[in-house]
């Protein structure tokens, strides 16, 4: 199984981006989705979730300016991120609860990353 994460970029304080990330191999069903960040001297934080049936949850700092959504046919999960700020700038992370088979258990994935630069 492979998550592979793309959209980041650089954007001035104020801007748009979205990163998309999609599940392939041996996918038999994807359960959570979600998207995850590091900043240069900082932990990894959770940004947003997105369960199979489109229920959403999203760190506070983000909320009202990130969208995560997904498509389950594709495997597929998108972080519209608006009105970007500069301590948004980190490596973003792709991650998912994935089952490959019908009697699997769900084991947990992450993506490569991609990076978000927000100049002020």
């Known amino acids: 199984v492979q998550l592979q994460a793309s959209g980041g970029g650089l954007v001035q304080a104020g801007g748009s981006l979205t990163l998309s990330c999609a599940a392939s191999?041996?996918?038999?069903?994807?359960?959570?989705m979600g998207w995850y960040r590091q900043a240069p001297g900082k932990q990894r934080e959770l940004v947003a979730v997105?369960?199979?049936?489109?229920?959403?949850t999203y760190v506070d700092s983000v909320k009202g300016r990130f969208t995560i959504s997904r498509d389950n046919a594709k495997n597929t999960v998108w972080l519209q991120m608006n009105s970007l700020k500069p301590e948004d700038t980190a490596v973003y992370y792709c991650?998912?609860?994935?089952?490959?088979?019908?009697?699997?258990?769900?084991?947990?994935?992450w993506g490569q990353g991609t990076q978000v630069t927000v100049s002020s």
């Open positions: 191999g041996s996918v038999f069903s994807v359960s959570r």
């Open positions: 997105i369960t199979s049936g489109g229920v959403a």
């Open positions: 991650n998912a609860d994935v089952g490959t088979s019908l009697n699997s258990g769900n084991y947990n994935y």
